[in-house]
């Protein structure tokens, strides 16, 4: 590969930036949250509900990352540490702590799990052409999990990929 | 709008017939069986009857046979529905005073066009 | 105007297939001479043949046509009822059962197996009865009018002389000439020449006689069409004229009365005719429909049917449920402590409700254990053809009300039981004659509810089954030493070893692969168990014990440092406090109990489990003795707290199987709470104490790599 192609790949900052505000666009809105200091995103559409962060009962035997198990209106929801599973910053719980409950549907089959991250932070309209690929390299985070990066401002927000998401504990060790 | 009795002993059949005749406004009462025809046909009047012909308990053909017994179906049309388009089936039917025959397959216009030979 | 019937589709399915299990049965039970059992055997067909034709599954008319034939000359005793022809009828229905499968998921159907059975109908069509075998199906023809040449008018000229007592069939001429009106334009001339004296008139009859003329765009045999179910009680003519027809006054009285004037005369209500045009239609429309709700189909949509009772009782409850609500609304409203006696005797309202609604709730899940049993005639039947071994089925409590789930999966199980049964249970005839038996067989199905369980009794009056056989084979495949000393009971279990049989030939009928050791392994995972009783020349009987249902069980609540656990009342055998002169360690980390003269291991809960508690001490510890595959354990708890039923949710919904935990359920403070899996822990000890040179790091590993 040619390295000028690998150069455009690479978003250069603040060319198609776009502000993180709140307006309608033909877009997609996507929910922002806190990994530490870092941003993510997921796709509005797939967030059931966010909330605060609650014991869940222990699975036997399951890895590290996941907490176990919630009750979420006569549900079995598991919860993962998305610190933990990516290796993020220090996985500690206090008040503003928070899970957010994330359904895919697939064709046939659906499933629900909470995410627990540090903070929920904003909600983001982008167009799908502010969508950039990830560069392949460095990031302790398996390629699969990223959609793919938005520049918000000067900062860059990781678009996390939810279908992949929700078959986390599948990709295990 | 024109009531109608409608029997049969196929859940699935009745409920196209009722379901088609609903469709174009009529309105309908169902029995499963020629028994229960009979004694909803003994409780009210109808504008007309349609009726399978192998049931259990009472067939079509008893059905009509007892209608026709009935002051007021004297001349209330009788429509028999039927997979058997031999002529002995009709004569059969003819003799127990019905009015016409439906041969199945059932399909919902011509049931609709049919009837209004006999009703409106 | 189009009218979609493709949503009856699913409801003509379920009519179909509980027909064709109608057809089965009764042609099982048939009897020479018993005309009601073929009446209803040739009602089902033909209902399913009406059905199938409505939505266009064409061969499954076709083919039920012919099997209607000659069901149709069995019903009119034109054809004596011979076991040849039950056989062929038996074929038959399962090939409609292809067919509709077939058509109901848009797939290809076994061809071959339905053109034997159409040749062997066929055959017996043409030899027995009197009707033509290759009788076509004409319905179809008959109802796809061409409509070509629709554009061009023609003009007809129609004579219609009615006799006197038409109307006395439901017909009137009015009817007819307004059918013939949405045709066209029509023309009629009224004769009332046969107009009879006044007081000679009987107004039940009918005097008049029309010439009328039509031009429209419609075809002579759709004119004709009008008439059909009057063509034999009236004089009719149709002639097609080219030219613009001429009324010809002549001898008699006569009008010409335009249709509307009829219309109008006789006061009948007069509505938009636009929408009443309807095109000559065939069945394509439908067709088309059904085809595109096929697919739709496949998706398999599960229902069952209720009982009206339930239902009736279900609301009944929600009505009680409503009033002790507002009741308690109305309490709280304007509350103070003078009321807490009502208020207690309204929680417990509360509750007696919760608990009835909940039974009534899930009764509508229950559903008789026939569904399962209807099978077994024809299996039995077929079973006892091909051994060539004559057999009779007795079925017993087939009324037992059973979960639907638990149903669908206990099926396979108990076919492989009764095909045993026939298979290694009944002996050839000549044997048990030999052994003064009768040279029929019986087989028995039984079932019947025992506690919050019910028991399928499978058992027949065959040899028994061969201990020494039995003990034999297990030695020569490895499974016990030859010098080992078992019980019955013992010598039974080995049945359902794997790879175990003791078939001197594996036939086709129970070797096929599939052993004991699935039966009970399937029986087991519906947390239900299985056992032999066996007597040598009278016979066996494997009796199948299952929960009334997977969605609720009884269970033990224990805590293991923070976390709560339930452990099926089922597989507990006793709880007790460790008397600490009774306990033995023996080699490294394994710890035994003597339970009176058992060794039972002990397993600490919140080892198997990675917990933190501070109850380590084994010394005077809480044991919860449980029994899964006949191997007792101990396990270890910190507490016991209460018993009490739970909902059982499924961990495979959002995450996915772990070993050791059959389950979540969500406590009465909204907490969840897993379901320990005996068998699975027992299964977890083994694996641990086999590898236990290895610490509990590897363990865990065996643990995690089987989940994935």
Known sequence: MDIQELVSDVPVQGEHSIEGIDFITSGKQYLTFLLNLEQYAVDILCVEEIRSWEIPTKIPNAPSYIKGVINMRGIIVPIVDLRLKFSIGEATYHETTVVIVLTYQAEDTGRTIGFVVDAVSDVLNVESKDIKNSPAFGGCMQPQYIEGLINVGKNVVTLLNVENLQYVEKHAI | MAKVLVVDDSNSIRDMVCFTLKSAGYQYVEAKDGREGLTKAQAESFDLVISDVNMPNMDGIDLCTELRKLPNFKFTPVLMLTTESSTDMKMRGKAAGATGWLVKPFNPEKLLATIKRVVR | MSVDLSQFIPSFLEESFEGLELMESSLLSLQAGDNETIHSIFRAAHSIKG???TFGFDVVTEFTHLVETLLDEMRDGRREVSPKDVEILLASVDCMRLLIEAARDDENYDKDKVAQTTMLLNEALSSGGEKSAGEKISQQSDNTEQSTGKSDTSTFSIHFVPEHNLAKTGNDPLFLFNAL??????????????????????????????????????????????????????????????????????????????????????????????????????????????????AKAKVEVSSIRVGVDKVDNLINLVGELVITQSMLSELGSDFNMDKIERLTSGLEQLLQNTKELQESVMRIRMLPISFAFNRFPRLVHDLAIKTGKEIELVIKGEQTELDKTVMEQIGDPLVHLVRNAVDHGIEPAEI????????????????????????????????????????????????????????????????????????????????????????????????????????????????????????????????????????????????????????NRVSGDMTLYRLRDENVPILPVYQLFGLATEHTEIDNALLVVVEADGQKVGLMVDHLLAQQQVVIKSLKDNYQQVIGISGATILGDGSVAMILDTPGIIQMALAYAQNKQRDMASYKQFAIGEQC
């Open chain 3, 51 to 53: 059905g199938a034709g």
């Open chain 3, 181 to 294: 009106a949405d045709l066209g334009q029509l023309t009629t001339v009224a004769n009332t020449g046969e107009l009879p004296a006044l007081t000679d008139i009987d107004v039940q009859e009918l005097y008049l006689s029309w010439d009328l003329t039509l031009i429209t765009g419609a075809t002579k045999d759709e004119v004709h069409e009008i008439f059909e179910w009057v063509e034999d009680d009236c004089l009719l003519e149709i002639k097609k004229i080219d030219k613009e027809p001429l009324v010809n006054p002549s001898d008699g009285e006569k009008e010409t009365v335009s249709v509307n004037e009829i219309r109008a005369a006789s006061n009948i209500e007069n509505e938009s005719n636009s929408q009443e045009i309807y095109p000559a239609n065939d069945n394509s429309v439908v067709k088309k429909q059904a085809t595109k709700t096929k």
């Open chain 3, 432 to 583: 048990r004659l030999a052994n003064g038996k009768s040279a029929k067989g019986t087989i028995s199905l039984d079932a019947y509810h025992q506690g919050g369980n019910i028991v399928i009794e499978i058992s027949d009056d065959g040899g028994g089954i061969n201990r020494q056989k039995v003990f034999a084979k297990a030695v020569e495949k490895g499974i016990i030493e030859p010098n080992a000393t078992l019980a019955d009971n013992q010598i039974f279990d080995l049945l359902f070893e794997p790879g175990f049989s003791t078939a001197d030939q594996v036939t086709d009928i129970s070797g096929r692969g599939v052993g004991m050791d699935v039966v009970k392994r399937n029986i087991q995972s519906l947390g239900g168990r299985i056992q032999v009783e066996s007597t040598p020349g009278q016979g066996s009987c494997f009796k199948v014990n299952l929960p009334l249902t997977l969605a609720i069980l009884d269970g033990q609540l224990v805590k293991v440092g923070t976390e709560t656990y339930i452990i099926p009342l089922i597989s507990i055998v006793e709880s007790l406090q460790v008397d600490k002169d009774l306990i």
